[in-house]
Nanobody, 130 residues
Framework: QVQLVESGGGLVHRGGSLSLSCAISGITFDFYVIGWFRQVPGKGREGVACISSWDGFTFSPESVKGRFTIARDGAKNTVFLQMSSLRPEDTGVYYC???????????????????????WGQGTQVTVSS
């Protein structure tokens, strides 16, 4: 059974930095995309960074490009989201998620843009104060 456990959320001031971690276990398939998504009340989940399991290809939308970085420690089955220059509009619950895929780079932006993951973590709150 795939399990994802996020950690590292909290309160930070505008312009500050925060790092999130996602511990992954139970993966039995070869190719997949790992992503970070965020959600605020009344809105759908928005992908902020995704990475492939096979070659580390990454994708982020323009809203966070240059400020958010996704990275993977394959040996430890952990994925990180490093966030900097945080803004109040970055506030939300951040989820780690995995989507099964074939070895095709297009799966990476597709999962981020469509939030089409198969497995989700429980989420961690990130609050950016002004």
């Amino acid at each position: 059974q795939v399990q994802l456990v996020e950690s590292g959320g909290g309160l930070v001031h505008r312009g500050g930095s925060l790092s999130l971690s996602c511990a992954i276990s139970g993966i039995t398939f070869d190719f997949y995309v790992i992503g970070w998504f965020r959600q605020v009340p009344g809105k759908g989940r928005e992908g902020v960074a995704c990475i492939s399991s096979w070659d580390g290809f990454t994708f982020s939308p323009e809203s966070v490009k240059g400020r958010f970085t996704i990275a993977r420690d394959g040996a430890k089955n952990t994925v990180f989201l490093q966030m900097s220059s945080l803004r109040p509009e970055d506030t939300g619950v951040y989820y780690c998620a995995i989507g099964q895929a074939s070895r095709d780079t297009l799966h990476v932006p597709n999962m981020c843009l469509l939030a089409g993951a198969d497995y989700w973590g429980q989420g961690t709150q990130v609050t950016v104060s002004s």
